[in-house]
């Protein structure tokens, strides 16, 4: 395990710098601008990532639907059930194709009617920070607290009243480098902030940060692979097992 006072700072860095990029970059998503169609944009391919489905095929299917021009409420209104049941398949994204095309129908949908289909007005009319994720989650059947998650995490710094809990990979990993001690998702969102507080990489933002702990959490942590892991000289479940 590594020791020495700069040894949380180093963590920091190596972590952004190798697994940190923002999901929002990799896919040229603009979401820093707050322009409603950028932010929808990201909510679609968090709608897509947040099924238990490799990145790579959301990544894809994201990119079918971004080369059709379906990447507003309107336009999925208009490509319709079959539409969309072709594009996710497209995509490869054949195992949850039906269930989708029929979620984002409601979403497109739900948004319309309640929101005049701006995504900001609905963080406008939220109250707090979980009134924001109670009211994205009446969107649509089937929305749950990972895509929430995914969506709102790296829009920290364009909305106010976002700040997602992080989630279960997110606080595996976290415990596992010794950046936070519990599985309180609370207690570890405050623990997240005070460490990058503290350590914060220039050039870099807590959604990167957080991003990274994600890519760590699920690459590594959770299928055990302690033995290849870049992180396994700093963490503590390694340490244990030397």
């Given at each position: 395990m590594l020791v020495g006072?700069?040894?949380?700072?180093?963590?920091?860095?190596?972590?952004?710098?190798?697994?940190?990029?923002?999901?929002?970059?990799?896919?040229?998503?603009?979401?820093?601008?707050?322009?409603?169609?950028?932010?929808?944009?990201?909510?679609?391919?968090?709608?897509?990532?947040?099924?238990?489905?490799?990145?790579?095929?959301?990544?894809?299917?994201?990119?079918?639907?971004?080369?059709?021009?379906?990447?507003?409420?309107?336009?999925?209104?208009?490509?319709g059930w079959d539409g969309l049941?072709?594009?996710?398949?497209?995509?490869?994204?054949?195992?949850?194709?039906?269930?989708?095309?029929?979620?984002?129908?409601?979403?497109?949908?739900?948004?319309?009617?309640?929101?005049?289909?701006?995504?900001?007005?609905?963080?406008?009319?939220?109250v707090n920070s979980r009134d924001l994720e109670e009211r994205i989650k009446n969107l649509a059947k089937g929305i749950g607290d990972a895509t929430v998650s995914i969506f709102l995490r790296e829009l920290r710094t364009v909305w106010a009243k976002a700040d997602p809990k992080p989630t279960s990979l997110v606080i595996l990993s976290a415990k596992n480098l010794g950046i936070v001690k519990g599985d309180n998702p609370d207690v570890a969102l405050q623990e997240l902030k005070v460490f990058w507080e503290k350590n914060a990489v220039k050039g870099y933002c807590f959604a990167n940060f957080e991003t990274a702990l994600l890519r760590v959490g699920k690459n590594y942590c959770r299928k055990e692979k302690c033995d290849v892991c870049p992180f396994r000289v700093c963490c503590l479940k390694f340490s244990k097992q030397a």
């Open positions: 006072g700069n040894v949380m700072k180093k963590l920091a860095r190596m972590l952004v710098e190798n697994f940190g990029a923002r999901y929002t970059d990799l896919l040229g998503i603009r979401v820093e601008t707050g322009d409603d169609r950028e932010i929808f944009k990201w909510f679609l391919a968090s709608i897509l990532f947040g099924a238990p489905i490799r990145t790579e095929t959301a990544i894809k299917t994201y990119k079918c639907f971004e080369e059709g021009g379906v990447l507003s409420p309107s336009k999925i209104l208009e490509t049941v072709e594009i996710l398949d497209e995509g490869g994204y054949t195992r949850y194709d039906f269930k989708t095309a029929t979620k984002l129908l409601e979403i497109a949908k739900s948004l319309q009617e309640k929101y005049n289909g701006s995504l900001n007005l609905l963080h406008k009319k939220a």
